[in-house]
């Protein structure tokens, strides 16, 4: 029996560990933690492990676990392991084909919502050291470590800088106490170990350093802390880059890797139950909105947080988030980026939309790219859409679609799509209503990784409710103080657009939805009441987020040259930018100032562009995304180290 045990068990190891011949294998005598561990590779590649922190009777270790069905699910770092039949050696414990098991507590996850209590986490970050010749060590000095991990002397973005920054100081990772006769340097130590790095896996490495680091200490870990995250010399075998136990306390770094941001709070994001983001039919570390998804080799950047699947699981938002039920719909409200949070009005504006669901819940928010999401490296500016199971345990979410103005998306298998009916600024209308159900299609797999984040051609926002949305379009925009007051009104009294340069053809007469910032809630004031040839009746403009727009989309793109528009009263705009939309992207074509009451004739030689550029910096920017193409990498490569990677 102990042979074909032992058979099975060798068996179960593919390429990863071995038993060797000459090491002691012994059965399973008390029951062991269950661990997820997630591992990123270099080049987009990704593996998940099963580790167990065996109790103290076998050891105390922590084990690779080979041999666990694919099917099994247990909630990591909760839930208990044993099997009487199960063996183990110094790396890995064996679970042979067909032997019963027991999971105490397994399939639920716990509600992992931090919320709006403030967290205080103590971190030790260890530098490793082998003292063997060629053996490795980390390549930062402890100060170096201290200030890319906690901001020490300086360091303007980190971990702990950011953490603080995208949850509103509701936590924050700090660095550790000190050890008595341990010389620590701001919650950063080294470690050594007369084991050389060179050529062993991550899992061996990170063994020596937590074999060391507990005869310092002088009891088992993590001891006072925490979390600790074990930083490995380079010549590690496999290409890794850096992994963590999911609602652990460990997370584990290939060299520099613990000094960049992004792999620090996605490693840290695992201990705190959060699970990858990823875009249907691509990656599942694809959402490059949100800090689960890609790392970056770079130190103080993407500048960016977490997504609403995310967001709604840590809790952070509480007072402006809102969850619709099918009787509340349709609803029609304004959504604001987590960037702009504070200055959100609780009742008015919410930070994330929940649509809560029998075996999925979905989630709409507006990725408002500025100050602490300034570096989101995709769908800045862009109404977001995301799915992922009921709950808020840890789980996978998935981008299924990026609005601009005017955008549409039906959720799949149900009756419900979300329009976007304007985007400017710092928010965006959104309506979501209850219709026929239909399957929206799924997204085709997005743009490999990009290096980070670049500034491309101003998108700007269109309003109304749309069926069919055009992709052309003229607008004149301009900000509350272009206007001649300052409370959020101003009046447009006709507006034509013309082909010819000095306004004597006949107007280009609309062919699509009349599209506006805002009105006043009168039938008379509303924005075709500008385009009906009657002097005396006008659009009783309003402001969104100080910004005001008005304009014609059109099936087909046309040229315009010039422009009348006529101001009466004293709501006057005294500065416009005339705007083209071709392809569903806004491009400023002229700017016009000095305006006055009455009848202004603005003319200038240009026609329909063919290509956007770039709108005045002071304009609210969203990126228009390129069209997509199948993301490489099913299989961990090894790519230079600038590119940015998975976690």
Wanted: hydrophobic share 35%.
């Amino acid at each position: 029996m102990k042979i074909v045990l032992t058979f099975l068990a060798l068996s179960c190891f593919g390429a990863k560990e071995s038993l060797a011949s000459n090491e002691s294998i012994k059965r399973m005598g008390s029951s062991c933690t269950l661990e997820r561990i997630p591992v990123q590779m270099l080049g987009g590649g990704i593996y998940e492990d099963h580790q167990c922190v065996m109790d103290i009777a076998d050891g105390g270790g922590i084990l690779n676990v080979e041999g666990l069905p694919d099917e099994v699910e247990y909630v990591s770092a909760k839930s208990k392991f044993y099997s009487g039949d199960a063996y183990f050696n110094s790396t890995t414990l064996i679970v042979p084909e067909g032997v019963d098991y027991d999971i105490e507590d397994p399939v639920l996850e716990p509600e992992q919502n931090i919320g709006s209590a403030r967290v205080t986490n103590s971190v030790l970050v260890v530098r490793g050291e082998s003292t063997a010749d060629g053996g490795g060590v980390v390549g930062v000095t402890l100060a170096e470590l201290s200030d890319s991990v906690f901001g020490t002397a300086g360091d303007p973005i980190n971990l702990r800088t950011q953490y603080m920054a995208c949850s509103y100081e509701k936590i924050e990772f700090k660095p550790g106490p000190p050890m008595d006769g341990v010389d620590a340097v701001n919650g950063a130590v080294t470690v050594t170990t007369p084991s050389s790095f060179s050529g062993v896996s991550n899992y061996v490495g990170e063994s020596y350093l937590r074999a060391a680091l507990q005869t310092m200490m002088g009891r088992s870990l993590p001891g006072d802390y925490d979390q600790i995250m074990f930083c490995i010399p380079p010549g590690t075998s496999a290409g890794w880059i850096a992994y963590a136990s999911v609602n652990g306390w460990r997370s584990v770094y290939n060299n520099l890797w613990c000094t960049y941001v992004s792999s620090q709070m996605h490693e840290i994001g695992h201990n705190i139950g959060l699970a990858h983001s990823g875009i249907t039919g691509s990656s599942e570390y694809a959402d490059q909105s949100d800090m689960m998804g890609y790392s970056y080799s770079q130190d103080d950047s993407p500048v960016m947080c977490f997504n609403a699947p995310k967001n709604y699981q840590l809790g952070w938002y509480t007072d402006k988030q809102i969850s619709l039920s099918s009787s509340m719909m349709p609803w029609q409200g304004f959504l604001m980026g987590i960037a702009t949070y504070e200055s959100a009005i609780a009742g008015t504006h919410y930070v994330l939309l929940r649509i809560p669901g029998t075996s999925k819940d979905f989630y709409v928010s507006y990725n408002r790219k500025i100050g602490i999401n300034s570096g989101s490296v995709k769908f800045g500016n862009k109404v977001m859409v995301h799915e992922r199971s009921t709950g808020s345990g840890y789980a996978l979410s998935w981008s299924l679609a990026d609005l601009g103005a005017g955008g549409t998306y039906t959720l799949e298998g149900t009756a419900i799509s979300v329009q976007v009916l304007s985007i400017s600024g710092d928010v965006a209308e959104v309506k979501i209503v209850a219709g026929s159900p239909t399957n929206s299609p799924v997204r085709k797999p997005s743009d490999s990784p990009v290096k980070g984040p670049s500034t491309s051609p101003v998108k700007q926002p269109t309003t109304g409710p749309v069926v069919n949305p055009n992709k052309y379009g003229w607008r004149i925009w301009f900000k509350q103080s272009d206007t001649s007051r300052s409370d959020g009104v101003s009046d447009v009294h006709e507006l034509d657009f013309h082909e010819s340069n000095d306004c004597s053809d006949a107007e280009i007469k609309p062919e699509g939805d009349f599209i506006a910032s805002g009105s006043y809630p009168r039938e008379s004031l509303y924005p075709k009441s500008a385009f009906d040839d009657n002097y005396k009746s006008m659009w009783g403009g309003r402001s969104v987020s100080g910004v005001f727009w008005l304009g014609i989309m059109y099936p087909k793109n046309h040229t315009v040259s010039c422009i009348n528009l006529h101001q009466l009263n004293t709501n006057i705009a005294t500065r416009i930018y005339i705007q083209n939309m071709v392809e569903g992207v806004w491009t400023t074509v002229h700017t016009a100032q000095g305006l006055v009451e009455g009848k202004n004739t603005i003319r200038w030689n240009i026609g329909p562009t063919s290509k956007p550029s770039k709108s005045p910096a002071s304009m609210p920017s969203d990126s228009p995304v390129k069209k997509p193409t199948v993301s490489p990498v099913k299989k961990p490569t090894v790519s230079p180290v600038k590119k940015p990677t998975v976690s």
